[in-house]
């Protein structure tokens, strides 16, 4: 068992560090003022499902592999930025979206959560930063260090969901606004492929 006061200060981490600037709060912000709370929400949803895979990671020992493994990195990497690039081409071919309250949803439910996991499980940096940040709070002489890092992960997951919902539910007002225009609308279509470029280029270039 896990000591409350270290709990506590894990929280307050992981907080921070989710709070921190980084691409998966960009990514939400990014989706929830092009489609919606909805959709900054599903994909929120989609990320920390990534997070639950990146914690069985660290349990199991594949993160270390991983991590020694620089073909591996490369071709999760590889994958990971080839997306992004996917994502940015679908974005800058947008046009603007109908505000007829009948039109179905732009983007369904499970293709947002999909992405949300997808952005998240192939950026191993997120499971090295998760080899070198969770066994840091946990201590053999507490039991059983996978099941200490699973519980971590646990409330690394619940801090990431608390914070990033909260983005998307703020971006969401923006993205009202912005959807009332067709001509920003596409404006900001094309913002959001330039930053799924940028965060494509980040992920190549930045090294674990």
């Known amino acids: 068992m896990i000591p409350t006061e270290i709990l506590a200060v894990f929280l307050a981490a992981a907080v921070a560090l989710a709070l921190a600037p980084g691409p998966d709060n960009l990514f939400v912000l990014t989706q ?85 996991i997808v952005m998240n499980v192939t950026n191993p940096k997120v499971a090295i930063f998760f080899l070198a940040f969770l066994p840091q709070f946990a201590d053999p002489a507490r039991g059983s260090v996978a099941g200490q890092i699973v519980v971590l992960g646990v409330v690394f997951g619940i801090a990431t ?25 596409v404006a900001l279509n094309r913002l959001a492929a330039l930053i799924f470029v940028a965060l494509a280029v980040r992920l190549l270039v930045m090294r674990p």
């Not at 009948?102 to 947002?112: E, F, K, R, T």
């Not at 007002?173 to 001509?183: D, H, I, M, T, Y």
């Open 32 to 116: 929830a003022a092009l489609h919606g709370r909805r959709a900054g929400l599903l994909v929120t949803l989609g990320l920390c499902t990534g997070l639950v895979a990146h914690t069985a990671a660290v349990s199991l020992g594949v993160a270390a592999l991983l991590k020694a493994s620089p073909v591996a990195f490369t071709v999760l990497t590889v994958a990971g930025a080839v997306y992004l690039l996917w994502l940015a081409w679908g974005a800058w071919r947008a046009g603007a979206m109908r505000l007829d309250e009948n039109a179905p949803p732009a983007q369904p439910a499970s293709a947002l959560y999909l992405r949300g």
């Open 161 to 185: 969901l608390a914070v990033f919902g909260s983005i998307a539910w703020a971006a969401g007002f923006v993205g009202e606004a912005l959807r009332r225009r067709p001509v920003a609308q």
